[in-house]
């Protein structure tokens, strides 16, 4: 544990029921991230955070589908009035079945996404001097950051809510993990998208503002 | 340089690392499928300046085709850094259980004076060379 004085985390306490686990170590990092982090462990397994993590981004996605299906179910009903839609019909639904293998697969690519971001935001930890706990804590730090996807439930804003709430979850989580100053993890967390994946922030914002599904009716 | 024993979250985290690298392995063959789906660099479009990240997809369409000098002339650090972690990955989990134990980086000056200089000179040979 983070701190030895304080209780674990109900997702990592083995003796919690899975489900009670989940839904307190939610309500945990979005009422008090930084109670949160501190009674995240540094040594336990690293797959229950994974876990944590994949779970969240996972419904964050499908929030945002299922929302860009609606608007896009929307926008065709209203095309459809004006006339002359029928030959776009089986396209759309290829684009519904696309969307639907997107999300089936999702996990694979969301722990992927997890596993690489951790790596480019600790070797950035590094460059400033905050690493103190080693790259496994920086990983647990942006698994549970990913809570931050629950702000996909807002209609439209919720892709950017999302963003912005996950790095501040990753700033709170660096400095309470690593012991390190606030300034080493802000650095740590915004340095790779100014300075090194600009076009790759922006291209997720995007994604995630639009839903996986944006192009899915074309 | 400090060395420490290797722990069940290293173990974990070397078998993830595994999986990550060998699905980047995967994703590489099929660049010309995804690459394009990428949108151009945003930086460079309001700056006029290259980021360092740039020519990173080209360099990745390159590689795929066998053609590392290529590549590295595009963005030596995204290729360098790319071919270190799949490679890292692929051996983590042996170096694991046949070496046992791990460097410690914490706090070594010349990791973080060289991280920065990869960085920036890569940075600056890519804005120079327009890329």
Same mark, same amino acid.
């Given at each position: 544990m983070n701190d030895q004085s304080l209780p674990q985390l109900p997702f990592e306490d083995?003796?919690?029921p899975a489900v009670a686990g989940l839904i307190a170590t939610v309500k945990l990092f979005v009422t008090d991230p930084t109670t949160a982090f501190r009674r995240m /462990?540094?040594?336990?397994?690293i797959f229950r955070p994974l876990i944590y993590g994949v779970l969240l981004a996972w419904v964050g996605e499908a929030v945002a589908y299922l929302f860009g299906l609606i608007f896009q179910v929307s926008i065709f009903g209203f095309l459809s009035q004006i006339g002359?839609?029928?030959?776009a019909i089986p396209a759309a639904f290829l684009g519904m079945g696309l969307g639907i293998f997107a999300l089936i697969i999702a996990p694979v690519f969301i722990v992927i996404g997890i596993f690489i971001y951790s790596l480019i935001v600790h070797l950035f930890l590094m460059m400033v001097g905050?690493?103190?706990?080693?790259f496994g804590a920086t990983f647990r730090v942006l698994c549970y950051s990913?809570? /931050?996807?629950?702000?996909?439930?807002?209609?439209?804003a919720g892709g950017i809510i999302a963003f912005v709430w996950s790095l501040i979850l990753g700033i709170i989580g660096l400095t309470e993990a690593h012991r390190t100053t606030t300034g080493k993890a802000v650095a740590a967390v915004l340095l790779p998208i100014v300075a090194c994946c600009v076009c790759m922030a922006i291209f997720v914002m995007l994604a995630i503002a639009f839903g996986i599904s944006a192009d899915s009716w074309n | 340089m400090k060395w420490r024993a290797v722990g069940p979250a290293d173990r974990q985290l070397a078998a993830l690392w595994s999986f990550v690298a060998v699905a980047v392995l995967a994703a590489v063959p099929l660049a010309s499928l995804w690459a394009p789906q990428l949108p151009a660099c945003a930086f460079r479009a309001v700056t006029g300046v290259a980021c360092p990240s740039c020519g990173a997809t080209r360099a990745v369409e390159v590689l795929a085709d066998g053609d590392l000098l290529t590549a590295f002339s595009l963005n030596p650090l995204v290729v360098t850094g790319l071919l270190a972690f799949v490679t890292g990955g692929l051996f983590a989990p042996i170096w694991n259980r046949r070496v046992g134990r791990l460097p410690d980086l914490r706090g070594i000056v010349s990791i973080r004076v060289g991280l920065a200089a990869a960085l920036l000179s890569n940075w600056v040979y890519v804005w120079l060379r327009g890329v």
């Open positions: 083995p003796a919690q /462990s540094l040594t336990t397994e002359g839609m029928e030959e905050g690493d103190q706990s080693g990913n809570t /931050s996807q629950l702000a996909q439930v807002v209609p439209i | -």
